[in-house]
């Protein structure tokens, strides 16, 4: 990741974590602990949520059930270590990391016997860094604090032509793998036709200005295989430009069109891996597996993502977002609030008059 490693370790490793020297620490999948600690790192996102048990000198920290969130956390935790004891020479940092990765049961039962069996059948479910839609609105009040089933938490509504849609947000960590595994679970248990994933980019073009850059396309290399689709929210948009339609001011400044690649850990970004991947756009761990689990299950898929860091030029957001870097995450929030809107008014074939964002905001 070469100069934005300390970076991406300062933002990602639980501050708990590098607080004292462990003898060992070990990382496994089960969020069914009493001791949820939300770090401070992370005050503008709910999801970074781990469950922490300390036995003697040995840390074990519980995560949600996804193979790529353990090893992601684990090898976070190696690299955090082995740069402490390169800059220290301290041989107490040579702290022994271990992984256990979750069951396939643990992995389908993480989300089937979850709460996501109450929302019902679903025309649209919108996945993602969906509380960011509705910041004035306190999301968790919905939230049992007795019950480790109750991991989810919504805003569901039903348009008059009885198009049934929600917007889904997690408390836990849920990334990689584990997001296909969410995807497939609304499959399941609410018959979901279109799935819209929000998330977090991270780009692989010069040009691109964290915070700045509304990222979006029809095509993902997971796993060395070019999976590609039709977009409904590029359906949308087109639909908007032949009506000259008022919400797309603006939109072309901030939103770019572009090929992703599947990238598991920000960890493997390195040097030769940036160069060897030239030829694509943006890169995370998420929207490839989504995309690939609504592909299997006959599902529409599309995605909005925030360019979060530039891997080319190690530009990425600092660890307290200061008032500049607010206003341009508010300014791309709101460019999603607009491409929702459009695509929520054109692709489930609602009439304008029929739904308004203000209608949405106010739904409970």
Not at 75 to 86: E, V
């Amino acid at each position: 990741m070469g100069l934005s490693l300390r970076s991406y370790l300062a933002r990602t490793v639980h501050s708990l974590v590098g607080s004292r020297l462990w003898t060992k620490v070990i990382v496994r999948a089960d969020f069914e602990k009493v001791e949820a600690i939300r770090d401070r790192s992370s005050s503008d996102l709910w999801t970074n949520w781990l469950y922490l048990r300390v036995n003697g000198d040995v840390l074990h920290l519980f995560v949600f059930p996804g193979n790529m969130l353990v090893t992601e956390i684990a090898n976070t935790l190696s690299t955090y270590y082995w740069l402490q004891w390169k800059e220290y020479r301290d041989p107490n940092y040579n702290i022994p990391v271990s992984y256990v990765l979750p069951t396939l049961e643990q992995k389908i039962k993480a989300f089937t016997e979850s709460n996501l069996r109450d929302l019902g059948t679903l025309h649209v479910a919108i996945l993602g860094y969906a509380q960011c839609l509705f910041p004035s609105q306190k999301w968790y009040d919905n939230f049992s604090e007795t019950s480790c089933n109750d991991i989810f938490v919504w805003k569901r509504f039903t348009t008059r032509n009885g198009v049934r849609i929600a917007f889904i947000a997690s408390k836990h960590a849920i990334s990689g793998d584990s997001v296909a595994d969410m995807v497939r679970a609304l499959q399941k248990l609410c018959k979901v036709k279109t799935i819209i994933y929000l998330g977090f980019v991270r780009s692989l073009c010069e040009d691109h200005i964290p915070n700045a850059v509304l990222a979006t396309g029809n095509c993902s290399n997971i796993r060395g295989h070019l999976l590609s689709w039709k977009d409904p929210i590029q359906l949308a948009l087109y639909m908007a430009r032949l009506e000259n339609d008022p919400l797309l001011e603006n939109l072309h400044m901030l939103m770019r069109y572009g090929v992703h690649h599947h990238l598991p850990s920000a960890l493997h970004a390195t040097t030769a891996w940036v160069k060897s991947h030239s030829s694509y756009h943006w890169a995370d761990s998420d929207i490839g597996e989504a995309a690939l689990a609504a592909f299997e299950g006959d599902t529409a898929f599309g995605y909005l993502a925030v360019v979060a860091e530039n891997i080319i030029t190690h530009k990425g957001p600092p660890l307290v977002m200061d008032d500049k870097e607010l206003r341009k995450r508010d300014i791309i929030i709101q460019a999603t609030r607009s491409v929702l809107k459009i695509f929520l008014r054109r692709c489930l074939t609602i009439p304008r008059e029929h739904l308004m964002w203000s209608d949405i905001m106010d739904t409970s």
